[in-house]
């Protein structure tokens, strides 16, 4: 079986930029969550979705947005880039409408630089 | 604010013994806890999830927790060079993980 699916894996924006990531979870799945993960750091929690709705989010500005498509695909956007948003960014699947309380699979990534 | 707390490490240990990862945490309403190991360049894979206090054993890892004093920790027994990786703990709440920094581990041969 497939797992997580990420798109796409690198990606170079400028400052001022808007740039949107794509994530498919592990067929069967509802829930995606997305993260951040900044070198050095453990990833930092941004959204969660399932069923097509925001369940969760993290301390991250109004230029971050998340959405769920009906075939639970997700895409995460972020606008007006600014250089520390130069990061690993992390999605997670769960069959779970609680994620963090079961078992989460992540993608690959997509590693952005912000020059 | 939730925390978690990991030693950044590195921690070295030779071929074969074993290696001891910690973890506390701040939140003593947290329910769940994971294990989660990442090599350089890639993202985090799970390994090890437990919910209840006590150990539980997979394979050459056992995951221990102790909820009264906030900690859980991961046992990695006869370490190989393969296990060089990042160990990061995470904490269940109702919709997010809160991930440690994670810890270094280093096994040589």
């Known amino acids: 079986d497939a797992g997580v699916t990420q798109s796409p894996t690198h990606l170079i924006k400028t400052r001022g930029q808007q740039v949107t990531l794509r994530c498919s979870p592990i067929s069967g799945h509802k829930s995606v969550s997305w993260y951040q993960q900044v070198l050095g750091q453990g990833p930092q929690f941004i959204f969660q979705?399932?069923?097509?709705?925001?369940?969760g989010r993290g301390n991250f500005p109004d230029r971050f947005s998340a959405r769920q498509f009906p075939n639970y695909s997700s895409e995460l956007n972020v606008n007006a880039l600014l250089l520390g948003d130069s990061a690993l960014y992390l999605c997670a699947s769960s069959s779970q409408v609680q994620p963090s309380s079961y078992e989460q699979y992540f993608g690959p990534g997509t590693r952005l630089t912000v020059t | 604010q939730k925390e978690v707390e990991q030693n950044s490490g590195p921690l070295s240990v030779p071929e074969g013994a074993i290696a001891s990862l910690n973890c506390t945490y701040s939140d003593r309403g947290s329910q769940s806890f994971f294990w989660y190991r990442q090599y350089s360049g890639k993202s985090p894979e799970l390994i090890m999830f437990i919910y209840s206090n006590g150990d539980k054993e997979d394979g050459r890892f056992t995951a221990q927790l102790n909820k009264a004093s906030q900690y859980v920790s991961l046992l990695i027994r006869d370490s190989q060079p393969s296990d060089s990786a990042t160990y990061l703990c995470a904490v269940g709440g109702y919709s997010t993980l809160t991930f440690g920094k994670g810890t270094m581990l280093l096994v040589s041969p």
């Open positions: 979705y399932y069923e097509k709705e925001e369940r």
